[in-house]
Every structure is written in structure tokens, then in C-alpha cells.
């Protein structure tokens, strides 16, 4: 089969398809043969050598969708040509509020989803929802999951409820802005674009304002009043701002930190607003579930960047490295 494979770190420029054998199913595994994939920032993070636990060489990839072509012997409800997307996390465990210390992702150090063939344990795939292509199905997975836990199981959002969303744009983002609408919150943008923060609005959001202005905090809070839930994957200078924009009793979750450590934040502010903070990774397999129920009931549609072929894959990433990308962005798998 043809695959992307990276065989040493900080050379995005060498990633090209190889051929390689097909996986074989274990007794409790499948075999899907993909008809897509998505990028997710952490794929980048592993190109560059900058993900903690890496393992090489290894196939890259987290998402996708497509048609199981074989079973293990000891599965009992998947069949060959059942359709379905891939829930990227592995050896989460049975406890919905915390994953064990083994949990990993497809894509390293387990070989992943850029590839026309994954093997997967048969408890990681679901039946793709219908009201989806499977370029929408490829991109729901890994970011869809992220969104939901952060703001649902995490943020225990409420109708009515202020959220703020900084750096719109990524694909966990767009998922919030569309999943917090959806359940009734007034949601609150950023952006150093202004284009992105017009389309947030397409997709729900109430309002947003640029954080390149020198005064983009007291902009929003005359805007909202205050927030009650702020979802965080930028750290960094911005989460001090974040605990000044919070209501009493508000809440943070933070997903990642692409901005750093956050620099001389003081406690006092948060504990006088008694306000939470809490971290958040990828889901569980019952949010997993949950998730995708929500985008079935709600007719969500993930929403699409730009479209590669597999083979493009260097010019994908470096679209989401220079942060171009307003969505996910989606790869074709060739099918022969």
C-alpha cells in the first residue's frame, strides 16, 4: 500500500509516499481501507521532532474514514464493508473521567491514517454519520472529539452562557464555535484576522474582536460583559487575559498551549473570581459516542479548509503552519 512515512524528524520537505505492506488484523482489530484523512496541529508537532514520546520511523496521521476490508476472529458486530470514521485514541480505559497512563494517538507511536490502509482495535471505529462525506467524516475525529470534551464534559456549558474562543481558526476552534452554538451559548471570538472572525460569525459566533489592537481585552469585555466559560488552547500572555476577562465563578479549559508557559500570572485574581481551571485532552470512547450523536441530532457539518491529494502532503502542512487555515484541512487517500 502507499503511505507517508516519517523516518526522521525536522525534514517535512523528505515526506513523500512509500510503498509498504498492508496491516493484517489481530483477533480484536480491523482493517479500514481509507477514503480520507485530516491534519491535525499535533502531525505537525511530530514532523518537526517537537511531540513528546516519538517514535520512528513511523506512518503519520490521527483521522479518517472508509470501509473495513477485513476482521479479527474474535469480532462479532463489524462487517467487510461496514463504513466508518476512526476514533484516534488508544487504551483510554474504562474510567470517562480520566485516561490511563498508557493512552496514545494513532499516527506515533502507533502507525496511523496517511495511508490507503490503517489497523485499528475494532473498539475505535463507529458508523460514519450518513448526513457526511467522507472528507466531513475524515475531519470530525480528533478535533471534533477535543471540542466536545472541552466544552461539554469539561466546561459543563450552559444555554445562555458567555464563551469565549481565542485564535479562531484551527479546526478544535471551528468545532467549538459551531457545538457551542448549537447548545445555545453566545460565543465570543478572536482573531488577528478579520476574515476569520467574519466567518466564525457564518457559523454562529455573536461577536469577536482582532487581538492585534492594543486594547482588544477592553474591547471585548464592553462587548460581553464578562465571560463565563473560556476555552484555551493558546496559553502564553493570553491566559492572563483570560482570568481578567472571567465572571465570578467563571471557568477555564485549557486544551494546549501553543504560546508557552503563562509568565507571572497571579493566583489572587483567580481565587478571589473563584474560578476554575481545568485541563482537558482529546475524550473519552463515551465521549467519542456522544460526540458524534450531537453531530448527527444537530446535522453538523465539519467545516473544510482545502482540500489535498495524500501525495501533497508537504504543502498541506505548510498551510497549517502558517496558520492559513480557517477548518480542517482534508487528504485524499488514492484508491489504488
Same mark, same amino acid.
Request: no cysteine; glycine share 10%.
Given at each position: 500500500?502507499?503511505?507517508?512515512?516519517?523516518r526522521?524528524?525536522?525534514?517535512p520537505?523528505q515526506?513523500?509516499?512509500e510503498?509498504?505492506?498492508?496491516?493484517?488484523?489481530?483477533?480484536?482489530?480491523?482493517?479500514?481501507?481509507?477514503?480520507?484523512?485530516?491534519?491535525?496541529?499535533?502531525?505537525?508537532?511530530?514532523?518537526?521532532g517537537?511531540?513528546?514520546?516519538?517514535?520512528?520511523?513511523?506512518?503519520l496521521?490521527?483521522?479518517?474514514?472508509?470501509?473495513?476490508?477485513?476482521?479479527?476472529s474474535?469480532?462479532?458486530?463489524i462487517?467487510?464493508?461496514d463504513?466508518?470514521?476512526?476514533?484516534?485514541g488508544?487504551?483510554?480505559?474504562? @474510567?470517562?473521567?480520566?485516561?490511563?497512563?498508557?493512552?496514545?494517538?494513532?499516527?506515533?507511536?502507533f @502507525?496511523?491514517?496517511?495511508?490507503?490502509?490503517?489497523?485499528?482495535?475494532?473498539?475505535n471505529?463507529?458508523?460514519?454519520?450518513?448526513?457526511?462525506?467522507?472528507?466531513?467524516?475524515?475531519?470530525?475525529?480528533?478535533?471534533?472529539?477535543?471540542?466536545?470534551?472541552?466544552?461539554?464534559?469539561?466546561?459543563?456549558?450552559?444555554?445562555?452562557?458567555?464563551?469565549?474562543?481565542p485564535?479562531v481558526?484551527?479546526?478544535?476552534?471551528?468545532?467549538?464555535?459551531?457545538?457551542?452554538?448549537?447548545?445555545?451559548a453566545?460565543?465570543?471570538?478572536?482573531?488577528?484576522?478579520?476574515?476569520k472572525?467574519?466567518?466564525a460569525?457564518?457559523l454562529?459566533?455573536?461577536?469577536?474582536?482582532?487581538?492585534?489592537?492594543?486594547?482588544?481585552?477592553?474591547?471585548?469585555e464592553?462587548?460581553?460583559?464578562?465571560?463565563?466559560?473560556?476555552? @484555551?488552547?493558546?496559553?502564553?500572555?493570553?491566559?492572563?487575559?483570560?482570568?481578567s476577562?472571567?465572571?465570578?465563578g467563571?471557568?477555564i479549559?485549557?486544551?494546549?498551549a501553543?504560546?508557552?508557559?503563562?509568565?507571572?500570572?497571579?493566583?489572587?485574581?483567580?481565587?478571589?473570581?473563584?474560578?476554575?481551571?481545568?485541563?482537558?485532552?482529546?475524550?473519552?470512547?463515551?465521549?467519542f459516542?456522544?460526540?458524534?450523536?450531537?453531530?448527527?441530532?444537530?446535522?453538523?457539518?465539519?467545516?473544510?479548509?482545502?482540500?489535498?491529494?495524500?501525495?501533497?502532503?508537504?504543502?498541506?502542512?505548510?498551510?497549517?503552519?502558517?496558520?492559513?487555515?480557517?477548518?480542517?484541512?482534508?487528504?485524499?487517500?488514492?484508491?489504488?
Amino acid at each position: 500500500m502507499k503511505a507517508i512515512i516519517l523516518r526522521e524528524a525536522g525534514l517535512p520537505s523528505q515526506l513523500k509516499l512509500e510503498e509498504v505492506e498492508v496491516p493484517k488484523a489481530g483477533s480484536k482489530e480491523v482493517v479500514v481501507r481509507l477514503k480520507a484523512t485530516a491534519l491535525n496541529r499535533r502531525d505537525l508537532m511530530i514532523v518537526q521532532g517537537r511531540y513528546p514520546g516519538m517514535k520512528l520511523p513511523s506512518i503519520l496521521g490521527s483521522d479518517g474514514a472508509g470501509e473495513v476490508v477485513e476482521v479479527g476472529s474474535e469480532i462479532e458486530n463489524i462487517f467487510i464493508g461496514d463504513q466508518v470514521i476512526i476514533n484516534p485514541g488508544v487504551n483510554w480505559g474504562s @474510567d470517562k473521567n480520566k485516561k490511563r497512563a498508557d493512552f496514545t494517538i494513532l499516527g506515533n507511536p502507533f @502507525d496511523g491514517t496517511f495511508a490507503q490502509y490503517v489497523k485499528v482495535p475494532a473498539e475505535n471505529v463507529y458508523s460514519k454519520p450518513s448526513h457526511l462525506s467522507w472528507e466531513e467524516a475524515a475531519a470530525l475525529p480528533l478535533s471534533g472529539l477535543t471540542a466536545y470534551r472541552a466544552l461539554v464534559t469539561k466546561g459543563n456549558v450552559k444555554e445562555g452562557e458567555n464563551v469565549l474562543i481565542p485564535g479562531v481558526g484551527g479546526g478544535v476552534a471551528t468545532y467549538l464555535v459551531q457545538f457551542a452554538s448549537a447548545l445555545g451559548a453566545k460565543v465570543y471570538v478572536t482573531s488577528s484576522k478579520e476574515e476569520k472572525i467574519e466567518k466564525a460569525k457564518s457559523l454562529g459566533a455573536t461577536g469577536g474582536v482582532n487581538y492585534t489592537s492594543d486594547h482588544w481585552s477592553e474591547e471585548l469585555e464592553k462587548l460581553t460583559g464578562g465571560i463565563d466559560l473560556s476555552i @484555551d488552547s493558546i496559553g502564553g500572555e493570553v491566559f492572563k487575559t483570560l482570568v481578567s476577562l472571567g465572571k465570578i465563578g467563571s471557568r477555564i479549559v485549557s486544551f494546549g498551549a501553543t504560546r508557552g508557559p503563562v509568565p507571572d500570572l497571579l493566583l489572587p485574581s483567580m481565587t478571589v473570581k473563584e474560578m476554575s481551571v481545568i485541563g482537558s485532552t482529546m475524550g473519552s470512547p463515551q465521549d467519542f459516542v456522544e460526540m458524534i450523536n450531537f453531530v448527527e441530532k444537530h446535522k453538523i457539518h465539519p467545516i473544510l479548509d482545502k482540500i489535498y491529494s495524500l501525495e501533497e502532503i508537504v504543502d498541506a502542512l505548510f498551510r497549517m503552519e502558517k496558520g492559513e487555515n480557517f477548518g480542517k484541512i482534508v487528504l485524499t487517500i488514492p484508491q489504488n
